[in-house]
């Protein structure tokens, strides 16, 4: 049943922007909702980006949406990521800092594309597709090499049907 993977950008534009948590509670109660019904989740890795932040993200994060980041520390995602890190290395349409970008410690979208591949899942990010992308590796670019689909923050609520 688990549908969706949310990228580490999707919750932290969200809260910067058009989700504040000062207005916003109706999204983030919705994507608690269905990750309780199963349908949408998150990874460990982007659980840390977040706790990097001193914000009410962080707070929200750990207090409510904890059980939902799933660990990434198995044998297949763990495959999936090499498999994935390897490609962007050979990719010689990146500049070298996207790639030691993509490839830093605390980066979590290696980790997101193998979540995604080895539960057979759509990514959730709001990064755009752009194959002549140099400056950065682009979720949706890597998720296309390997089948994975892709899908912004509002397609993603479109198809759930979330309301204001």
Same mark, same amino acid.
Request: hydrophobic share 45%.
């Given at each position: 049943?688990?549908? &969706?993977?949310?990228?580490?950008?999707?919750?932290m /534009?969200?809260?910067?922007? &058009?989700?504040?948590?000062?207005?916003?509670?109706? $999204?983030?109660?919705? =994507?608690?909702?269905?990750?309780?019904k199963?349908?949408?989740?998150?990874?460990?890795?982007?659980?840390?980006?977040?706790?990097?932040?001193?914000? *009410? =993200?962080?707070e929200?994060?750990?207090?409510?949406?904890?059980?939902?980041? &799933?660990?990434?520390?198995?044998?297949? !995602? =763990?495959?999936?990521? @090499?498999?994935?890190?390897?490609?962007?290395?050979?990719?010689?349409?990146?500049?070298? *800092?996207?790639?030691?970008? $993509?490839?830093r410690?605390?980066?979590?979208?290696?980790? !997101?594309?193998?979540?995604?591949?080895?539960?057979?899942i759509? !990514?959730?990010?709001?990064?755009? &597709?752009n194959?002549?992308? *140099?400056r @950065?590796?682009?979720?949706? !670019?890597?998720? *296309?090499?390997?089948?994975?689909? /892709?899908?912004?923050? $509002?397609?993603?609520?479109?198809? =759930?049907?979330?309301?204001?």
């Open positions: 049943m688990l549908k &969706y993977v949310l990228a580490a950008n999707v919750f /534009t969200a809260a910067r922007d &058009y989700y504040s948590f000062d207005f916003g509670n109706t $999204f983030w109660n919705f =994507l608690l909702e269905n990750a309780k199963g349908v949408l989740c998150s990874i460990d890795k982007v659980l840390e980006d977040i706790e990097r932040g001193n914000d *009410k =993200l962080k929200w994060a750990k207090n409510e949406f904890k059980n939902f980041f &799933y660990a990434t520390n198995n044998n297949e !995602v =763990l495959s999936h990521c @090499k498999e994935i890190v390897n490609h962007v290395q050979k990719n010689q349409n990146y500049l070298d *800092k996207a790639i030691v970008d $993509f490839l410690e605390d980066n979590s979208d290696a980790f !997101v594309i193998a979540f995604a591949k080895s539960m057979n759509i !990514v959730v990010t709001n990064e755009s &597709y194959p002549q992308a *140099k @950065k590796v682009l979720i949706p !670019v890597v998720c *296309k090499d390997f089948r994975i689909e /892709t899908i912004n923050i $509002f397609g993603m609520l479109k198809n =759930l049907n979330f309301k204001c």
